[in-house]
């Protein structure tokens, strides 16, 4: 049944390539369940109650995207999005977490909306090839940077990224676990990302990185908290909704939502054979139909946006290629509510080598970029520059966008300025004139 609903075979893979891919994806993606309920707890929301939303809201777009898009990717409350919820929306502007979950419901609906339009159809087409391999480079570097930051590798001292302490600890585990996925990754082995954070995992319980104490004296079971504090808390005051202000505030949502996704999708599946990025392209439409569902559904049980995550490139690179590795990301999240000790036990370290193995594969589509034309090649470095700095997808596509307009037009390539690099172009111009 398996083989014959997610067409193991067309795809060339196996059950259990597709289950240990979900494994590796989880793994790397597994620590949103420890970070956003910190970040939106900042609004005053319960923490507890938000490690639930989390997982509930990661079980509801991964199962929507695996099933209806039979695609491998996990969907979860992105984060840079919940930073901007938490401390933004209800920080800076000093709106309440129940409206600020208003303005992500609202514009999760828009979302929907833009699908049944056909916009995102038109935005998926328009989308420059040069930009998707920019944006295929912007995410691996993004990643590997992010797979250092968390392992201390890199640490950012008055304002400047620094070497970190790497002879001892986490950072000094994660060195380890490079060698020892490349070492698994030149024998040719599929499972090598995978088998590298298990390995790594063990190694760091002899180095006293990997805390597997909480395990040993409280057990691996633990009931989840309830979601009703939090649970369809939205505040529809209308008089307040209808203000300019509110008004940006869904719109910003809206658009770091849609180019958050289809940045991650172009870029992810660009380095995909011929055959695949048709096949999978297909999909994306149906795919962002789902995120957007998912969004409105993470609203109701007190999740921030839901977005398709980055890390998703380790499942695939593990061989993972239909929606069974979302199922099984699924079923792995599900058990977490119960047995999270267990689960969170896996130190960041030991998710480092696979961040950094995927940067890596990811990087080598700069071979396809026209680097003496620069109209491209210097958008595609401010692309790349800002995406991984700021680790926000849609700002680092903003700029590129923008300079790859500003560049076309100024060396007079009128072919390349379609209505929709245009208008984006504007957009993206607008946005930044204005927020």
């Given at each position: 049944?398996?083989?014959?609903?997610?067409?193991?075979?067309?795809h060339?893979?196996?059950?259990?390539?597709?289950?240990?891919?979900?494994?590796?994806?989880?793994?790397?993606?597994?620590?949103?369940?420890?970070?956003?309920p910190?970040?939106?707890?900042?609004?005053?929301?319960?923490?507890?109650?938000?490690?639930?939303?989390?997982?509930?809201?990661?079980?509801?777009?991964?199962?929507?995207?695996?099933?209806?898009?039979?695609?491998p990717?996990?969907?979860?409350?992105?984060?840079?999005?919940?930073?901007?919820?938490?401390?933004?929306?209800?920080?800076?502007?000093?709106?309440?977490?129940?409206?600020?979950?208003?303005?992500v419901?609202?514009?999760?609906?828009?979302?929907v909306?833009t699908?049944?339009?056909?916009?995102?159809?038109?935005?998926?087409?328009?989308?420059?090839?040069?930009?998707?391999?920019?944006?295929?480079?912007?995410?691996?570097?993004?990643?590997?940077?992010?797979?250092?930051?968390?392992?201390?590798?890199?640490?950012?001292k008055?304002?400047f990224?620094?070497?970190?302490?790497?002879?001892?600890g986490?950072?000094?585990?994660?060195?380890?676990?490079?060698?020892?996925?490349?070492?698994?990754?030149?024998?040719?082995?599929?499972?090598?990302?995978?088998?590298?954070?298990i390995?790594?995992t063990?190694?760091g319980?002899?180095?006293?990185?990997?805390?597997?104490e909480p395990v040993?004296?409280?057990?691996?079971?633990?009931?989840?908290?309830?979601?009703?504090?939090?649970a369809?808390?939205?505040?529809?005051?209308?008089d307040?909704?209808?203000?300019?202000?509110?008004?940006?505030?869904i719109?910003?949502?809206?658009?770091?939502?849609?180019?958050?996704?289809?940045?991650t999708?172009?870029?992810?599946?660009?380095?995909?054979?011929?055959?695949?990025?048709?096949?999978?392209?297909k999909?994306?439409?149906?795919?962002?139909?789902?995120?957007?569902?998912?969004?409105?559904?993470?609203?109701?049980?007190?999740?921030?946006?839901?977005?398709?995550?980055?890390?998703?490139?380790t499942?695939?690179?593990?061989?993972?290629?239909?929606?069974?590795?979302?199922?099984?990301?699924?079923?792995?999240?599900?058990?977490?509510?119960?047995?999270?000790?267990?689960?969170?036990?896996?130190?960041?370290?030991?998710?480092?080598?696979?961040?950094?193995?995927?940067?890596?594969?990811?990087?080598?589509?700069?071979?396809?970029?026209?680097?003496?034309?620069?109209?491209?090649?210097?958008?595609t470095?401010?692309m790349?520059?800002?995406?991984?700095?700021?680790?926000?997808?849609?700002?680092?596509?903003?700029?590129?966008?923008?300079g790859?307009?500003?560049?076309?037009?100024?060396?007079?390539?009128?072919?390349?300025?379609?209505?929709?690099?245009?208008?984006?172009?504007?957009?993206?111009?607008?946005?930044?004139?204005?927020?």
């Amino acid at each position: 049944m398996l083989e014959r609903y997610f067409g193991l075979r067309e795809h060339r893979t196996t059950v259990s390539m597709e289950i240990m891919a979900g494994v590796a994806i989880f793994l790397t993606a597994v620590y949103i369940l420890a970070v956003n309920p910190m970040i939106q707890a900042a609004t005053g929301m319960p923490q507890d109650a938000l490690f639930t939303a989390t997982a509930v809201a990661i079980i509801i777009g991964t199962f929507l995207i695996g099933f209806f898009a039979n695609m491998p990717f996990i969907l979860a409350p992105g984060m840079g999005i919940n930073m901007f919820f938490a401390y933004a929306i209800v920080g800076q502007k000093g709106y309440s977490w129940q409206e600020a979950l208003t303005a992500v419901l609202l514009a999760g609906v828009l979302f929907v909306l833009t699908g049944a339009l056909g916009l995102r159809r038109i935005l998926l087409d328009g989308f420059p090839e040069a930009l998707k391999h920019a944006m295929t480079m912007s995410l691996g570097l993004m990643i590997a940077v992010i797979g250092l930051k968390n392992a201390g590798i890199i640490e950012m001292k008055e304002g400047f990224a620094q070497l970190g302490t790497i002879t001892t600890g986490g950072p000094l585990l994660a060195l380890i676990g490079i060698v020892i996925t490349g070492a698994f990754l030149s024998l040719g082995m599929r499972t090598a990302v995978l088998l590298g954070i298990i390995v790594t995992t063990v190694v760091g319980m002899f180095m006293g990185v990997t805390n597997y104490e909480p395990v040993l004296q409280g057990g691996a079971f633990s009931l989840p908290p309830s979601l009703s504090p939090i649970a369809m808390q939205f505040s529809f005051q209308w008089d307040r909704i209808f203000t300019f202000d509110f008004m940006v505030v869904i719109f910003t949502l809206l658009a770091i939502d849609i180019f958050d996704n289809l940045g991650t999708f172009v870029g992810v599946l660009n380095h995909f054979s011929t055959e695949e990025k048709l096949r999978y392209h297909k999909r994306v439409p149906r795919a962002l139909m789902c995120d957007a569902v998912a969004t409105v559904a993470g609203a109701c049980v007190g999740a921030s946006t839901v977005t398709t995550y980055v890390e998703s490139s380790t499942g695939i690179q593990a061989g993972g290629r239909t929606g069974l590795v979302s199922m099984t990301i699924c079923v792995l999240v599900l058990l977490s509510l119960f047995i999270s000790p267990l689960f969170l036990m896996v130190p960041a370290a030991a998710t480092t080598p696979a961040l950094v193995v995927v940067g890596m594969y990811m990087m080598a589509m700069s071979t396809r970029l026209v680097w003496s034309d620069v109209s491209e090649a210097l958008p595609t470095v401010v692309m790349i520059l800002v995406t991984a700095f700021t680790s926000s997808i849609s700002d680092g596509l903003m700029f590129g966008w923008i300079g790859y307009l500003i560049f076309k037009l100024i060396m007079r390539k009128w072919q390349d300025l379609t209505g929709t690099v245009v208008v984006v172009g504007i957009f993206f111009i607008l946005r930044l004139i204005f927020l």
